[in-house]
């Protein structure tokens, strides 16, 4: 079999004149996805030189959720685009040296994009899905990947700037930069083409996103959570996984507050004496998953009151499990400060079920979901 | 080249560097990472690519006239989508433990979504072909 040449493509879908206009849409997306994963990094991250916000409370909710929704976009149109530029693959290889070496620039740049981009969807789509047939830690790569995958993209975007000027100041059927064999009718018009190329991205959106939106929750019949669990939130982490039943269910259960030599421990049935509140925050998943729920418990600031600790303090969240990343949390100072965060004890009215993290969880508004401790033993200050 | 294109390359270049001094040093497993990343490319280029030529080359056969266009912009539509719903679709990452993952009914879902395009797909076809007969 011998390797196709470029020319061997004929059809005149194949234009830069499409690519332009998908690849304007995609490069959004992914632009969209690295401002969104920036900031649900930086939220996962232990120190904070600028605090993250406590609110809008919903405000992680939405950028996670942007964040999985245009990746989920970014399929078909990373896809088409693909296509379109596909024969350039086998173009042939410049004579001369200095357009030889431009070329081999460009292809390796290429090469790294393609590799990036199809690495982002991927790994995220299957970290969607909490399914990891990989051993790097997703959480690295993922986000190593995207600085490759948006250098790369700029990279490419500096080279074929005169390109996708002219051809998007252009009608879309316009052949001024076709390659010469690309002359013989698609299935489908420019046009068509395209439009496909959107029911496709949009689609892609509708039939995921309503692990996030509510709205939605019907019709995305791919989506990784229908949206139910007790008290109308779903679990990323049942209690038997962390293996902390036994912990957890133990009648010699204290949470353990801790400012240096001040030590208080506390039963859950004390902790039911306290200052009760109620607050309705979401659990938003780094996995794009997300739910409302109507927390009851402790504020943690009353808590930390308990043991003198001073406003503006970052506290240690320690849970039950035995490991895990997030067996030990920082809860930040103006997290712990804010009147909505709350050691949670019931959801929607019940107790707290031992997946959502009996006897007690944290929960304060705007924050990944990773970082609200279950089944928490533990709050100390920081040092 | 234009003062623009030029920072934008410098900076392109500046930010894939980071990207790949941050592999280096904080992937934790560096090689099952190039691996992944190798596979992308090879996956697409060398199946992904080759499967829609020949898919391209048969349905221009086999299909008539009236029938191309909608099917194109059908495959376009579900052949991304089939991809998408590869995770979903295998349940790969299930758990026993958690029913509140993964707690659909993927395949009734995907069947769903295979038999609205072709409805799409077959309505549209005949108001084409109706249309070209006037």
């Known amino acids: ?383 | 080249m234009s003062t623009t294109r030029w920072c934008l390359g410098l900076l392109g270049t500046a930010l894939a560097f980071y990207g790949g001094w941050l592999l280096l040093t904080r992937g934790h497993d560096l090689g099952n990472a190039l691996v992944w990343l190798a596979a992308g490319v090879v996956l697409h280029d060398g199946v992904l690519a080759l499967v829609t030529v020949a898919v391209g080359l048969a349905a221009s056969r086999l299909l008539p006239g009236p029938a191309r266009a909608p099917v194109a912009a059908g495959l376009v539509v579900l052949g991304s989508v089939t991809l998408l719903a590869i995770p979903v679709l295998g349940r790969f990452g299930a758990r026993a433990d958690n029913p509140t993952l993964l707690d659909r009914d993927y395949v009734a879902g995907y069947l769903g979504l295979v038999a609205l395009t072709a409805a799409v797909v077959g309505l549209a076809t005949l108001v084409g072909s109706r249309r070209r007969r006037r």
């Open chain 1, 1 to 383: 079999m011998k390797l196709p040449a470029e020319s061997d493509f004929t059809s005149r879908l194949r234009s830069a004149a499409v690519t332009a206009r998908v690849g304007l849409w995609l490069g959004m997306c992914f632009l969209i996805c690295f401002v969104t994963g920036l900031i649900s990094h930086y939220a996962q991250n232990a120190d904070h030189p600028l605090p993250f916000p406590a609110s809008p409370v919903w405000g992680y909710r939405v950028t996670q959720g942007l964040h999985v929704s245009t990746g989920s976009a970014a399929v078909p149109l990373l896809l088409v685009k693909l296509w379109t530029v596909y024969p350039r693959l086998f173009r042939r290889p410049e004579r001369r040296l200095r357009p030889l070496l431009l070329d081999a620039l460009e292809r390796g740049s290429i090469l790294v994009l393609v590799a990036a981009a199809v690495f982002q969807l991927a790994t995220g789509l299957a970290n969607a899905a909490q399914w990891y047939p990989w051993t790097f830690s997703f959480r690295s790569a993922h986000y190593a990947v995207s600085w490759l995958a948006v250098g790369a993209l700029l990279v490419h975007v500096a080279v074929k700037l005169p390109v996708i000027r002219d051809v998007l100041g252009v009608d879309v059927e316009a052949t001024d930069h076709d390659r010469p064999s690309a002359t013989e009718p698609g299935a489908l018009t420019r046009r068509g083409l395209l439009r496909a190329t959107w029911v496709g991205s949009i689609g892609a959106v509708v039939v995921t996103a309503g692990s996030t939106v509510p709205l939605l929750r019907r019709v995305s019949v791919l989506g990784v959570r229908s949206g139910s669990g007790p008290g109308g939130v779903p679990i990323n982490k049942s209690a038997a996984a962390a293996r902390v039943v036994a912990a957890a269910t133990h009648p010699d259960y204290r949470l353990v507050l801790v400012n240096g030599r001040r030590t208080k421990a506390i039963t859950r049935a004390d902790l039911l004496t306290l200052p009760q509140h109620v607050e309705e925050l979401p659990i938003a998943c780094v996995e794009g998953w997300s739910a409302s729920g109507r927390w009851g418990g402790v504020r943690v600031r009353d808590l930390l009151d308990l043991v003198g600790v001073p406003a503006g303090t970052d506290v240690l969240v320690t849970s039950l499990q035995g490991t895990g990343p997030y067996r030990t949390t920082v809860l930040h100072g103006n997290f712990a400060d804010d009147p909505r965060t709350l050691l949670a004890l019931s959801l929607d009215g019940e107790p707290l079920s031992l997946d959502h993290g009996f006897p007690a969880r944290v929960v304060a508004p705007d924050r990944p979901g990773v970082l609200q401790t279950k089944w928490v033993s533990r709050i100390e200050v920081r040092t």
